[in-house]
């Protein structure tokens, strides 16, 4: 038996242990989410900016109140509007670039994020069934989420249209062979 640092001093000891056919690295997935996800984020988006647009409002007046300093009420007008912009028009066009999926035979890859960009392959093998979901927003643009679930949790596929939402969730289970619940 191999002691611990006798593991570390072989300089092969990755390279034999891994081969060079094992290393190669997947391609990007090259399935795109639905362009109308970006109009939908933005609904979305800009019923949260309301809700903040409000709250600053109450803020800007309990400031003016007791304070009386116009440029102390101005603040949170301020950060709400630069919120406004930052999630109705700058977040969904970026994450619908970043947002990526490819359905293989054997995998699910799904590759998204904004700030931190997140890769996760989900084997068929360990699918233990599939799901579409929509929200009224959602539905209101003819889309549906796909939700692929495991033992360690659930990974979504957002915004893709209904059609291609249930074709996707089909061909997934039947990858998968999860037995469909009639």
Same mark, same amino acid.
């Given at each position: 038996?191999?002691?611990?640092?006798?593991?570390?001093?072989?300089?092969?000891?990755?390279?034999?242990?891994?081969?060079?056919?094992?290393?190669?690295?997947?391609?990007?997935?090259?399935?795109?989410?639905?362009?109308?996800?970006?109009?939908?984020?933005?609904?979305? !988006?800009?019923?949260?900016? *309301?809700? +903040? $647009? #409000?709250?600053? =409002?109450? %803020?800007?007046?309990?400031?003016?109140?007791?304070?009386?300093?116009?440029?102390?009420?101005?603040?949170?007008?301020?950060?709400?509007?630069?919120?406004?912009?930052?999630?109705?028009?700058?977040?969904?066009?970026?994450?619908?670039?970043?947002?990526?999926?490819?359905?293989?035979?054997?995998?699910?890859?799904?590759?998204? !994020?904004?700030?931190?960009? *997140?890769? +996760? $392959? #989900?084997?068929? =093998?360990? %699918?233990?069934?599939?799901?579409?979901?929509?929200?009224?927003?959602?539905?209101?643009?003819?889309?549906?989420?796909?939700?692929?679930?495991?033992?360690?949790?659930?990974?979504?596929?957002?915004?893709?249209?209904?059609?291609?939402?249930?074709?996707?969730?089909?061909?997934?289970?039947?990858?998968?062979?999860?037995?469909?619940?009639?």
């Amino acid at each position: 038996m191999e002691t611990k640092s006798a593991l570390y001093d072989r300089p092969d000891s990755f390279e034999t242990a891994v081969p060079d056919a094992e290393l190669t690295v997947r391609p990007e997935p090259a399935e795109h989410i639905d362009r109308r996800a970006v109009r939908a984020w933005r609904v979305a !988006g800009a019923a949260g900016a *309301t809700i +903040t $647009l #409000v709250i600053a =409002t109450a %803020v800007g007046f309990l400031i003016e109140r007791l304070s009386g300093a116009w440029w102390l009420v101005a603040i949170p007008f301020i950060i709400a509007i630069a919120n406004a912009v930052i999630v109705v028009w700058i977040i969904p066009t970026v994450r619908w670039r970043q947002w990526r999926y490819a359905v293989t035979e054997r995998d699910v890859d799904l590759k998204r !994020g904004i700030v931190v960009i *997140t890769r +996760t $392959l #989900v084997p068929m =093998t360990r %699918v233990q069934h599939v799901d579409t979901t929509q929200g009224p927003i959602m539905r209101h643009y003819g889309l549906a989420t796909v939700i692929i679930a495991t033992a360690a949790g659930a990974q979504e596929i957002p915004a893709l249209s209904l059609e291609v939402a249930e074709a996707l969730r089909d061909r997934i289970a039947a990858l998968a062979g999860v037995a469909e619940d009639v």
